[in-house]
């Protein structure tokens, strides 16, 4: 069993900067792609990023260039900066950990873009 916790969300101006953590236990963190996922008011959850385990990297078309993830093994996190934030990335992210067909999500924390 994997437990995820995220955190480092808050409330930001337009093209302001949050960083989020999504800290790992309970298993074998580097043999996991960890990926980043959002939900926005009345939106269907969609992938925002992904990271695998040779620290390759792809993002969504729509954050491309404003956000990275990234990934350290020995501490078992996994991150997101994000910059140059607009109101429509408003939504609750969520990290998600894949090892084949087993996936598991954490609880999700809550980004607010809004002047």
């Known amino acids: 069993q994997v437990q995820l916790v995220e955190s480092g969300g808050g409330l930001v101006q337009p093209g302001g900067s949050l960083r989020l953590s999504c800290a790992a236990s309970?298993?074998?963190?580097?043999?996991?792609?960890m990926a980043w996922y959002r939900q926005g008011p009345g939106k269907q959850r969609e992938m925002v990023a992904r990271?695998?385990?040779?620290?390759?990297?792809i993002y969504a078309d729509s954050v491309k260039g404003r956000f990275t993830i990234s990934r350290d093994n020995a501490k078992n996190t996994m991150y997101l900066q994000m910059n140059g934030l607009k109101p429509e990335d408003t939504a609750v992210y969520y990290c998600?950990?894949?090892?084949?067909?087993?996936?598991?999500w954490g609880q999700g924390t809550q980004v607010t873009v809004s002047s």
């Open positions: 998600k950990s894949s090892y084949g067909p087993i996936n598991y």
């Open positions: 990271i695998t385990t040779a620290s390759t990297t």
């Open positions: 309970g298993g074998i963190f580097s043999t996991y792609t």
